[in-house]
């Protein structure tokens, strides 16, 4: 049973380009959310996506958007890539209800120039 | 300012020593759970606490969430170099859906032989 897969594993970019990372769920999962992790910190919601819609969405601005496929899978976009948005970017996984368990990807490394 | 708080941030102990990281807030939530995360690798879930008061112990691993459900601590009986990594806590808020979590900012364990 395959994990949380993410592709690519590190991307390099200049500032003013755009960006698409994809994510798959584990299998059975039905709920697919974004985070980004900057260097020595916590993870910070992105997004959340169910049934193909943004459910939530946390305090990040227009130039983050996203998918989510009829088979689940995701992917994020960031437009007009800034230095700040150096980060490792985490997809999880997760089957909607009261308490939901997370899985996570090993994360894409995406570094700005 | 962050709505969860972990200290110590950094921790760095002995082999067969005891530790305890805490994790605090002034938000209710609705469960929290504890990640282990190593370098190059996404968050992987150690526990998830919903009922405040409540303990649960993974090997010598001991979680609490507190009464309130306003915080949480864990602690590592007798730590071996394999316990090394990032901890982190992270709550969801009563209000969201349980995959929108909120994460401290880490405590950073280092076990020396």
């Known amino acids: 049973d395959a994990g949380v897969t993410q592709s690519p594993t590190h991307l390099i970019k200049t500032r003013g380009q755009q960006v698409t990372l994809r994510c798959s769920p584990k299998?059975?999962?039905?709920?697919v959310s974004w985070y980004q992790q900057a260097l020595g910190q916590g993870p910070q919601f992105i997004f959340q996506?169910?049934?193909?819609?943004?459910?939530q969405r946390g305090n990040f601005p227009d130039r983050f958007s996203g998918h989510q496929f009829p088979n689940y899978s995701s992917e994020l976009n960031v437009n007009a890539l800034l230095l700040g948005d150096s980060a490792l970017y985490l997809c999880a996984s997760s089957f909607q209800g009261p308490v939901e368990k997370l899985f996570f990807g090993s994360g894409t490394q995406l570094s700005v120039l | 300012t962050q709505l969860l708080e972990q200290s110590p941030q950094f921790l760095s102990i002995q082999e067969g020593e005891n530790l305890t990281v805490y994790c605090n807030s002034s938000s209710v939530f609705s469960s929290l759970q504890w990640y282990r995360q190593e370098p190059g690798e996404g968050p992987v879930l150690l526990v998830t606490?919903?009922?405040?008061?409540e303990v649960k112990k993974l090997k010598r691993l001991t979680f609490q969430f507190g009464d309130a459900r306003k915080d949480s601590s864990l602690h590592i009986t007798a730590a071996q170099p394999g316990d090394t990594g990032l901890y982190l806590c992270?709550?969801?808020?009563?209000?969201?859906?349980?995959?929108?979590?909120?994460f401290g900012e880490g405590t950073q364990l280092t076990v020396n032989p």
């Open positions: 992270a709550g969801a808020l009563e209000e969201t859906s349980g995959s929108r979590l909120t």
């Open positions: 606490v919903v009922t405040g008061g």
């Open positions: 996506y169910y049934e193909e819609e943004e459910r």
């Open positions: 299998s059975g999962h039905d709920t």
